[in-house]
């Protein structure tokens, strides 16, 4: 008698295992590859492709001075902590060394032998200066004499001068010269930062195209390479040798020592400037430099030689943004105008009052489709209605031409407004512009907090206290991204306006727990971090788990910016270990592994890259057909969570739920021309239509619509 097969048996997993996981830097290095293929993709229009080489520059620089300077000083304390997926700091860092090379070299291999050569088709001519005619060899030496030359330093290195600090970021030369005596010398020689990379020389008319325009030719040669043939003028009676290239990355991860709130101001002051001392973490050189001058610079920035990078090719590749704005629309995105909800419109087309529209119902934005100018408009109108009392709002990153910023000036300056602004002097890489505002605002009699100590404050808050009659009512904008009017255009986010009591009741709460003195735990609607939310926000997957179980819908839908939360990816092993269908649109970082059986089978993740930058944080639960959702500034990490001042809000109006589930979700999951499909070990295939399939481009349709 033959014995029944036995039932296959589910996987067993431990929940701690760190195979379960993927680095998190591995996968943030993971984002810049498909940044890379943007650039490669010969659907953009051709300058457009030049914008995703040059933020992959842009994108790696930034990955070197914070994550990577972060790893090393671990490893110069002596910090042996294991990451998530069981790797120490060191072994993070030789990873992230053998990606990034591969990363660096593909891309000037692109602008080589791609990019490059179509910007010449299209007449768009990156000269070498050897490549020069005669007039523009002319031209480009008036402007050497009259631009370069008075802006250069050359820095001598012997007995008597010692090595020159070489400062974040910047492109030098590295010169060897022979003296009168016949003696080598070395010199650096720093690029000027302050004029363009790529220099401008004349333009020419081309053919004429077929809409009957003709277009102009442009001209640029390398600021080096224009430099590098006039070094002679710098070193006279000298004989200059050899010159080259180099530009070196420090550690730009600011530790600041946090005493009293009152010396914040100073401390970030002074840890802005020592950004600049920061240690060496890259240095970049071409591969024509020989290996002595390679040895002082190892010898003499005090590195490894494994943190030296040879390239062939431009150094710096996001000095390629010199190139976006030409005058050549035929290469670009066509232009679009964001649009105003009709209730913010009055019939004639003039701006409504915010206010009055607010009071008819909750408003959703979703940038930039929708415009920004109602959120600066909220303000501006709140500054001149003698009703309102009161403005507070929290700023992050708003960049060094703020109108949000100009409007609490007016506000208190022009009308007398009481205004209170929590300024967040700890935002990476916006700590001068902060500074300067606050300094600004204080001098005009705003109560400016520079935050919590310890703590980073990165909600997105905007309320307004106004009397009406004999009652007091506050009206509320809530955001996932910044009050930045400049990055509005390009960040895709939204934004939430209401005045509902409890809403704008947990915000004055919120407020009084950033400026003075709370304890509070507990928030009406809002979810708070470090307060509430990651016990919330848990709780609210548990509750998607048991739905399943219990046999009603369930369905989990997240979209953002970064996952990295253990705790939180446990949760969702085990909502999916349960059946329950778990969508994750994650735009950079992710360190959960979906498709796994018997793990997460029933988790997609998918990510998408498109002409805007996808930045909101949209959290969506079916709860068993009534369904919650949540918008707000906090990704799903341990930062966001634990360290930072967070806030998610709930969308509670019928009708902006269904615009989240159905225009907006539904059509980000539909995506199949720019979307990305990760595998379970953090590799990602792009996804295209099947034959017969519509093509599907998210972001289009929101423009369309």
């Known amino acids: 008698m033959l014995e029944s097969p036995m039932p296959e048996q589910e996987p067993v997993f431990d929940l701690q295992d760190p195979k379960l996981y993927l680095n998190r830097e591995l996968s943030l290095l993971e984002f810049q590859r498909r940044v890379l293929e943007e650039a490669r993709d010969a659907a953009w229009p051709l300058l457009e492709r030049v914008k995703f080489l040059s933020i992959l520059g842009s994108n790696m620089d930034e990955f070197f001075m914070v994550r990577v300077g972060g790893l090393k000083m671990q490893i ?44 010449n088709r299209a007449g768009i001519h990156i000269l070498n200066y050897g490549d020069l005619d005669e007039k523009q060899r002319e031209a480009s ?40 005596k016949g003696h080598e010398r070395f010199a650096r020689l720093k690029i000027p930062g302050t004029l363009p990379r790529l220099i401008p020389l004349r333009r020419s008319s081309g053919s004429t195209r077929k809409d009957g325009t003709v277009p102009h030719h ?130 004639n087309g003039d701006d409504a009052s915010v206010l009055d529209a607010i009071r008819q119902g909750d408003i959703l934005l979703h940038h930039p489709y929708d415009s920004f100018m109602p959120v600066i408009n909220f303000l501006r109108q709140a500054a001149y209605d003698k009703d309102v009392l009161a403005i507070k709002q929290t700023l992050y990153r708003v960049g060094s031409n703020a109108p949000v910023v ?146 009603r819908p369930a369905h989990l839908i997240f979209k953002l910016n970064a996952l990295v939360d253990k705790s939180i990816i446990q949760k969702l092993y085990l909502a999916s270990q349960a059946g329950v269908k778990v969508d994750l649109i994650v735009r950079g970082i992710c360190c959960l592994r979906p498709g796994i059986k018997g793990l997460s089978e029933n988790i997609r993740v998918i990510s998408i ?41 709930p969308i509670e109006d019928p009708r902006n739920i269904r615009y989240i589930r159905q225009q907006m979700l539904d059509t980000y999951l539909r995506d199949n021309t720019s979307v990305r499909q990760m595998n379970s070990d953090g590799s990602y295939t792009r996804i295209l239509p099947a034959k017969d399939e519509p093509a599907v481009n998210a972001q289009q349709i929101f423009l369309r619509n």
């Open 76 to 119: 110069q304390d002596g910090v042996v902590e294991f990451s998530p997926d069981g790797r120490t700091p060191a072994e993070q860092v030789a990873a992230i060394r053998k990606v990034s090379s591969d990363l660096f070299k593909s891309g000037l291999q692109l602008w080589n032998s791609d990019l490059l050569p179509s910007l």
């Open 141 to 180: 030496q008036e402007y050497f004499e009259e631009v370069i030359y008075p802006v250069l330093t050359p820095l001598a290195f012997d007995p008597g001068h010692p090595f020159p600090h070489i400062s974040n970021l910047s492109l030098n030369l590295a010169i060897l010269i022979r003296d009168e």
């Open 218 to 347: 442009h001209y640029f040669v390398w600021l080096e390479q224009l430099i590098l043939a006039h070094l002679a003028a710098l070193f006279p009676g000298m004989n200059v040798l050899e010159a080259h290239l180099f530009r070196v990355i420090r550690n730009a991860d600011l530790v600041v020592q946090e005493v009293e709130g009152d010396d914040l101001l100073e401390t970030m002051r002074e840890s802005v400037r020592e950004r600049r001392f920061g240690s060496v973490v890259c240095v970049e050189i071409n591969r024509q430099m020989p290996e002595r001058i390679r040895e002082v610079l190892i010898d003499q920035l005090e590195i490894d030689a494994k943190e030296v990078y040879t390239f062939d090719g431009p150094l710096g590749l996001n000095d390629l943004r010199t190139l976006l704005p030409i005058d050549r629309p035929d290469l670009k995105d066509p232009p679009f105008l964001p649009v105003f909800q009709k209730v913010l419109k009055k019939a």
């Open 406 to 551: 100009r409007a609490l000036l007016e506000a208190r300056r022009d009308y007398g407004k009481q205004v209170s602004t929590l300024v967040e002097l700890k935002a990476r890489f916006d700590e001068e512009s902060n500074i300067s505002w606050a300094r600004m605002l204080e001098q005009e009699g705003v109560h400016v907090v520079y935050g919590l100590l310890g703590l980073k404050t990165h909600s997105k808050v905007a309320l307004v206290v106004r009397k009406e009659g004999e009652h007091i009512r506050r009206y509320i904008h809530l955001g996932t991204g910044n009050y930045n009017a400049a990055t509005a255009q390009a960040y895709e986010d939204m934004g939430l306006f209401t005045c509902d009591p409890d809403i704008c009741a947990d915000a004055t709460d919120l407020f009084n727990y950033l400026t003075g003195y709370s304890a509070k735990k507990e928030y009406r609607k809002l979810l708070v971090a470090p307060v509430n939310m990651r016990q919330r926000f848990e709780a609210l997957i548990e509750r998607e788990t048991e739905h399943h179980k219990a046999g």
């Open 609 to 649: 890259l498109g002409r805007f930058l996808e930045h909101s944080r949209v959290y969506y639960f079916e709860n068993a057909g009534d369904p919650q959702v949540y918008l707000g500034s906090a990704d799903l990490m341990p930062r966001n969570l634990d360290r930072r001042v967070e806030v998610l809000f």
